[in-house]
């Protein structure tokens, strides 16, 4: 097998000579200039003539390169190379004789350099568009999946369209006469504990009076020094208070004015990446709740559950004031940087390093709670959301498990616990009757959105299979995240996050999804974020990045946007270069003859 | 709204804080008054307590000895002053007896110039001094007060203490007494311990009847220094302390990440070079009047100051390198084009971008990859996940003949999993701090130790490092960029070492400070040579190292770069005095990154910069971690066109670069040179640092100003100017002229007198032109005379040592042009041959003949000729298809081997 291959080569190299006497590299659509006609070549373009014997003379005479088709004398020169097996190929003359080999032919170096893979290219075409073809049809069939997909999920909405209104009014009912019982509940127990305060100051009163009697005494016995260690510790207060940095606080900031990146500004060890090491993947995904939660702040109705946090209304709390007086804070912490930081700031919007402040503070908070209760609430949430209306395709395992496990829902776990008593358990009633309310209003909001928000679904409303999906793409840096029909976001590190653009729509022939109006950019103007559609397998986002200034663009491949047109272009292409095999086959085995 | 508000807001406050951003930067650095050493001697006139006992003067040929006295004090120091052959005189002050004071190792510097001594003979002795004279040289020593003065041919040349500024602090035992900042100095939290005390100099050096001073880099400023007592920042000396300086500003005197304590002066018929060899901090004021002043304060070590003469900036450079060394001889791939970013972050995008070359046509040789591609930041390792097949993809790079760089700084990580931490640890291989265990320092991976490169015995085995077998994931394509190597330790003060940190014999890091960056950088060199000697044990493999740290002699050992610039015109600018102060003082291999490190270049920003960037004699295009991506073809077609055309060039240059880098490796000349350099009798060029000469035969004038249409160049007299695009000649008219420039390139001039190698074929790489044809541009004077050289090897062994080069002469001249063997003095005949030809040859500045001109070429070797009509055309068909200005002598198959002869006649 192996012997004929090599016999269909060297036959392939013969045929290549014997049919290309002449001219060297010579594409053949120009094959009508070099007839040689009384001696002459006249450059292609500008019209000087030279005598033909000059033509690949190995000197460039000609402004256009065209008397040099093959050899290296011509900065601007063009080399064909036939190939025969495979595709030809324009090559630029630099590439001819420089030891490289460039065409599968082997034709753009000297004979001998450079062996003859043409027929093997060819198979491996072959066998890419084969699988590229057994890929598609996989495809095509997700894709009707996906129609039904759909159509399940707009008719699910249809249904609960007609009573929603009354499923939303009975859930605020509840959620207002449970809150009632609560008030009335806690009044009582205040009552309660008034009484028992007052009887416990008393006795606190009666105690402090004792020790101090005894104390003044002491004091007197001896001396000045009680006096002295009031001192010294009022020292260490103060020195605590305006300590310096400690030498890693040191580095770090050093390393800070650099770069912001973590990763790259040297990571304590515990965080760092490790390449065999199990413990890196979870500490992403602890990163990646940190963003994920930031996005539940400024964005409502993702279609996930949504966690009571102890930071949230102080969060919303914050007036613009307050705003622009974390802006000053921020400006003078990093006094001390340089200038490219805030001119860093400033091209990234003020308003970005606002709100990355806020996250900051928020992780301090979570940081500084404890993890427990998080398997509770985890399993919670998940029943609530099978009680929602169903996302139209299931999300990917990968991320459910990077649900945010935060400490924000420690007080939903407290109550639960101590719902032995009366006030407990109502609360843990109305805790569950504002979920039922939530969910609720998110039905709304897809009913509003899916059903009479005039979207545009594709045909046959494809596109609604990926309604209520986010799709995210990782850079080194970056991560770019798109919710079809919603937002599209960029995330650095996992502290700071921009939104890039909301739904905008897609182009008219369906291969582009635009997300504009997105955040302020400075000097620039709201962001914007282009994600270029094509066929593939599965629903992947990819290669996001920042081709100009707060101008984002990605590519996102789906089943979607698969089509029997293509597929038929792929078994077509198959058939042409099976047929092209067969004749060349034919065509050596006929000259060997 | 609320975000209207913000931005409104920020807007009011950058304005406020946009002055004091600057002060800012300063305040992290040190200045004289906040030094001890420096404010308790700048301008303070104590010179006149020193004087030299005259019975202790002692002349032995070539050796004047004798005793100088701190009379306040009464304290003796030993001064030796030495005439050598090698055209300069060097003078030691140490105390007397010794106490040990630090000295610069002997391997800072070259061997053989200490015992090449030059006879002194006492002209004159009176009772108050000693008139000796060594050469052309005259040093006249005053007794009391302490003077001396050297002139060259009875014109004045230098003079030392006239200004009553010298000092020598000698060891003292601690009193109670003793002024603050003696025995101890805190800066920013951080406390320097002096356990030796006070022992700082002050060098008082008057350059009589000069009006201009370079050198001492390397700092962002003007190439004829400034004069220190003017308006800030420039009320603030010189400072010579490797730092890494974040964000450096454009203009300032402050240090930055290398120190060369060489000045040179020039004035008509004179160029006076001075070196003084000491490692320790330094601060250097300039003053301006009749005379330049300057005074030199140094922290601890020993006076050693060698004085260089000579009639012109050549001599002296020649001179300096007889000491210092001369500049290793490169790669040919290393002057090709350099493609680096923080970061290339993985096997996939190293492909993409070596194929963005390819596919855009444009050459380029070398592919970079920053501290991202390592394992936590443990150098000579490879993040697994994103290179998992470092040896293929560097193989793969390779077999387009193109090389691979990886990064590798000298803070190793804390963590004893990692090998080179461990052995190194176990060995006793680190810096040690001021209690004698090793220090721990914070930078890129966090905790970390510093090697300590001052010691032989860690250089050796740090150079084991680096072969194939230990180095893993690394092949023979692979070469090495040394950053960070200042030391530059986040959590020090002054983001270095600790000066109280210890190094091999007990040596304090106060002493040897700028010495570490060069220390780091010759061991890594040592480890790639080791390698090559393992790869090709007869011929070897030049190493290639990049380093941003450097000091005198680091020119031997390989390139460096000038750090952490800014995408900013005003950077780009400022890189040009930058590069020529570095050729002055003798490392002309070195180059600024292209684009700009830090922020994001506009399309003509990086357009105009790789216009300027093909002619530093490093190129490399560079960017921070945080920016948008910029390789060449990202900024749309016609800026790809024109920075294709641009790197394009440089590959055509190569010839002439190279040539030129083998003058810098025989001779210590620049690559770059100041127009003074070239031109050193005309007094209005001393300061012009806006144009700069590519060897003696090429003007280039950068752009450095955006939506510019027009400049005007300078063209120094006596010479005839041909632009090297079209070929036309530079009408004689005024010496500066107004010039139209588009954005398709900068203005560049052919020196009447010249002849320049090229190759003109746009090949993918210096490897891929190897066996290419030759053009010859020939560009007449105004006596129709021309001469160039062409220097040619294996462009990566050492085998040209042994011989194995070729280097020609060419002469034009009685309307011949001959090729003859270039002799070298005191380098082996080069005995090379290979079969190259010249393909081309371009004569500029023919007088018109009426009916044309022929060419008669006879063989050198057989004495066959034969004759071929020349015809008016192009300089080149690339740059300047249609024009006709040049007269071309087609294909005469030259070859560069062998002597011939083409005879120039009219027809």
């Known amino acids: ?593 | 709204m609320r975000r209207a508000i913000a931005l409104g807001v920020g807007l009011a406050l950058l304005g406020l804080l946009l002055p004091g951003s600057l002060a800012f930067k300063e305040n992290e650095f040190k200045k004289c008054a906040q030094t001890s050493f420096c404010s308790r001697n700048r301008n303070v006139q104590q010179g006149a307590n020193f004087e030299i006992v005259p019975a202790s003067v002692t002349l032995n040929t070539a050796t004047l000895t004798a005793t100088l006295m701190n009379k306040q004090a009464s304290k003796h120091l030993q001064l030796t002053l030495t005439a050598h052959a090698d055209g300069f005189v060097r003078l030691l002050i140490d105390e007397l007896p010794s106490v040990g004071r630090y000295q610069v190792p002997s391997d800072i510097l070259v061997s053989g110039w200490e015992t090449r001594k030059a006879a002194i003979k006492e002209e004159s002795r009176s009772a108050n001094g000693v008139v000796l004279v060594t050469g052309d040289t005259k040093l006249e020593l005053n007794y009391a007060p302490f003077t001396l003065a050297v002139s060259v041919k009875g014109v004045p040349a230098l003079q030392l203490n006239s200004r009553n500024l010298f000092n020598f602090e000698h060891r003292r035992p601690k009193q109670d007494s003793d002024p603050a900042g003696y025995w101890e100095e805190t800066w920013m939290g951080h406390t320097d311990t002096k356990p030796k005390g006070p022992e700082a100099m002050s060098l008082d050096l008057v350059f009589p009847g000069f009006s201009h001073v370079y050198g001492i880099p390397e700092r962002a400023t003007s190439l004829s220094l400034k004069a220190t007592n003017g308006n800030a920042p420039y009320g603030e000396p010189y400072r010579l302390y490797n730092l890494d300086v974040f964000e450096y500003l454009d203009d300032h005197p402050f240090g930055l990440y290398g120190s060369i304590p060489v000045m040179l002066a020039h004035k008509k018929g004179l160029t006076v070079g001075v070196y003084w060899n000491n490692a320790a901090e330094m601060f250097v004021d300039v003053v301006k009047g009749r005379d330049v002043g300057t005074q030199w304060i140094a922290e601890s070590g020993v006076v050693d100051l060698f004085v260089f003469t000579g009639a012109t900036g050549p001599a002296v450079l020649a001179s300096y390198a007889k000491v210092a060394g001369t500049t290793a001889l490169p790669q040919l791939f290393s002057l090709g084009y350099h493609q680096c970013r923080w970061n290339y972050k993985d096997e996939a995008d190293v492909k993409a971008v070596d194929g963005g070359f390819d596919a855009h046509e444009i050459p380029y040789d070398v592919l970079w990859l920053d501290i991202e591609h390592t394992n936590g930041k443990r150098y000579l390792t490879w993040d697994s996940s994103l290179f998992p097949n470092p040896v293929a993809m560097q193989e793969d790079v390779a077999s387009r003949g193109r090389k691979m760089v990886t990064i590798v700084d000298p803070h190793v990580k804390r963590d004893s999993s990692y090998y080179i931490f461990s052995e190194a640890e176990s060995a006793g291989h680190y810096v040690k701090n001021k209690h004698g265990s090793d220090f721990d320092g914070w930078c890129w991976p966090g905790q970390s130790s510093y090697l300590d490169v001052t010691s032989p015995v860690v250089r050796n085995w740090w150079a084991q490092q680096f072969t194939t077998d230990k180095y893993q994931g690394s092949t023979k394509h692979l070469y090495i960029w040394n950053d960070m190597n200042e030391p530059s330790v986040f959590n020090g003060p002054e983001i270095t070492m600790h000066k109280d940190n210890l190094h091999y014999g007990n040596v304090e890091h106060r002493d040897n400070h700028n010495l570490f960056g060069v220390y780091y950088h010759m061991g890594t060199a040592d480890g790639l040579k080791l390698r090559g000697s393992q790869v090709d044990p007869e011929n070897g493999d030049r190493p290639f190292v990049l380093s941003r740290a450097f000091f005198s002699g680091t020119q031997r050992v390989g390139p460096i770069w000038t750090g952490d610039n800014a995408a900013q015109w005003s950077h780009l600018k400022v890189s040009v005095p930058m590069l020529l102060t570095l050729g002055l003082t003798g490392l002309p291999y070195s180059g600024a990154d292209v684009g700009g490190f830090f922020g994001n270049p506009d399309a003509e920003l990086m357009t105009r910069w790789y216009q300027l960037g093909i002619y530093y004699p490093f190129f490399r295009g560079h960017a921070h971690l945080e920016t948008q991506r910029r390789e060449p073809w990202l900024f749309g077609p016609d800026v790809t066109a024109r920075i294709r055309a641009a790197i394009r060039g440089r590959y055509a240059l190569l010839p002439h670069i190279y040539t030129l880098f083998r003058a810098a490796n025989t001779t210590g000349q620049p690559i770059l040179r100041p127009l003074w350099f070239e031109f050193p009798e005309q007094e209005d060029l001393y300061a012009e640092e806006e144009e700069f000469m590519v060897g003696s035969s090429m003007l280039v004038k950068p752009v450095t100003a955006p939506s510019t249409f027009t400049v005007d160049v300078t063209f120094p007299q006596g010479s005839r100017w041909y632009d090297a695009t079209t070929g036309a000649p530079v009408p004689p008219k005024t010496k500066t002229q107004r010039v139209e420039v588009n954005l398709n390139g900068i203005p560049v001039y052919y020196r009447g007198g010249s002849v320049v190698p090229r190759r003109e074929r746009p090949r993918r790489s210096t490897a891929a032109q190897l066996a290419d044809p030759y053009t010859l541009v020939v560009a007449a004077d105004d006596k129709g005379e021309a001469e160039g050289q062409l220097y040619v090897d294996d462009g990566r062994s050492f085998a040209f040592q042994r011989g194995l080069y070729l280097h020609r002469d060419f002469k034009f001249s009685g309307n011949k042009l001959t090729s003859t063997k270039h002799v070298e003095p005191g380098v082996p005949d080069g005995t090379l041959t290979v079969p190259t030809t010249i393909e081309r040859v371009v004569f500029l500045g023919l007088p018109a003949a009426k009916k044309g001109y022929k060419a008669v070429i006879s063989d050198g070797v057989s004495g066959a000729k034969h004759t071929v009509a020349l015809e008016a055309g192009p300089l080149s068909m690339a740059a300047a298809p249609d024009s006709t200005q040049a007269l071309v002598l087609r294909k005469p198959d030259l070859p560069v081997s062998h002597d011939w002869t083409v005879e120039i006649v009219q027809v």
């Open chain 1, 1 to 593: 097998m192996r012997g004929s291959v090599a016999l269909l080569l060297l036959a392939g190299l013969a045929l290549c000579a014997n049919a290309q006497n002449a001219i060297r590299g010579l594409n053949p659509d120009l094959a009508a200039h070099y007839s040689g006609a009384g001696g002459k070549f006249t450059c292609i373009s500008g019209g000087k003539t030279i005598p033909f014997k000059q033509v690949n003379d190995d000197y460039c005479d000609c402004a256009d390169g065209s008397d040099e088709p093959g050899t290296a004398a011509c900065h601007n020169g063009r080399f064909y190379c036939r190939n025969l097996g495979h595709e030809p190929k324009l090559l630029a003359a630099a590439f001819v004789d420089d030891g490289v080999c460039d065409c599968c032919d082997g034709s753009d170096e000297v004979k001998g350099k450079c062996s003859n893979t043409c027929l093997q290219a060819s198979a491996a075409h072959r066998e890419s568009l084969k699988s590229n073809i057994a890929q598609y049809e996989q495809a095509l069939a997700t894709k009707a999946d996906f129609i039904s997909q759909a159509r399940a999920f707009k008719q699910k909405l249809q249904t609960k369209a007609a009573t929603i209104d009354q499923d939303y009014a009975a859930a605020q009912a509840e959620v207002e006469r449970l809150k009632a019982e609560v008030s009335r509940l806690e009044a009582e127990e205040s009552v309660q504990r008034a009484a028992e305060e007052a009887q416990r100051a008393a006795d606190q009163a009666a105690q402090e009076q004792a020790a101090a009697a005894a104390a003044e005494h002491q004091e007197l016995n001896a001396g000045s020094d009680g006096h002295a260690e009031r001192t010294l510790q009022e020292e260490g207060q103060q020195a605590s208070e305006e300590r310096e940095e400690t030498p890693e606080e040191r580095g770090r900031r050093i390393a800070s004015q650099w770069t912001n990146d973590p990763e790259a500004a040297g990571v304590p060890s515990s965080q760092e990446h490790v390449n065999e090491g199990q413990g890196e993947g979870e500490e992403h995904e602890h990163h990646g709740d940190y963003s994920h939660q930031d996005q539940h702040d400024h964005e409502d109705g993702d279609g996930e559950y949504h966690e009571p946090r102890p930071d949230r209304d102080e969060q919303e709390a914050l007036s613009e004031w307050e705003d622009f007086m974390v802006f000053v804070g921020i400006v003078q912490e990093w006094g001390a940087r340089w200038w490219h930081t805030l001119k860093t700031v400033f091209q990234k919007g003020i308003r970005d390093e606002v709100l990355a402040h806020r996250e900051r503070q928020r992780q301090r908070v979570q940081e500084a709670s404890s993890n427990q209760g998080n398997q509770e609430t985890r399993g919670r949430r998940r029943q609530r959301q099978a009680r929602a209306v169903d996302s139209p395709t299931p999300k990917p395992a990968r991320r459910q498990r990077s649900r945010p496990a935060t400490a924000s829902s420690q007080p939903a776990a407290a109550r639960i616990a101590d719902a032995s008593t009366p006030l407990g358990e109502v609360r843990a009633k109305l805790y569950d009757a504002e979920a039922t309310l939530r969910e609720a209003e998110r039905d709304k909001e897809r009913i509003a959105t899916y059903l009479y928000g005039n979207l545009d679904f594709g045909p046959e409303d494809i596109f609604l299979a990926l309604a209520d999906q986010c799709f995210t793409s990782s850079q080194t840096r970056w991560t770019y995240e798109a919710c079809i029909f919603k937002h599209a976001v960029q995330r650095e590190g996992y502290s700071n996050s921009v939104t890039v653009g909301r739904w905008s729509g897609f182009s008219s022939d369906y291969k582009t999804m635009l997300f504009t109006g997105g955040d302020e950019c400075w000097n620039v103007g709201p962001r914007s974020f282009t994600v270029a559609m094509s066929c593939g397998n599965e629903n992947v986002l990819s290669d996001g990045e920042e081709p100009a200034t707060c101008a984002y663009s990605a590519k996102f491949t789906s089943p979607a946007l698969c089509n029997d047109e293509e597929l038929i272009g792929l078994r077509n292409q198959l058939a042409n270069l099976e047929a092209f095999e067969r004749e060349v086959a034919e065509k050596i085995a006929k000259d060997e003859l």
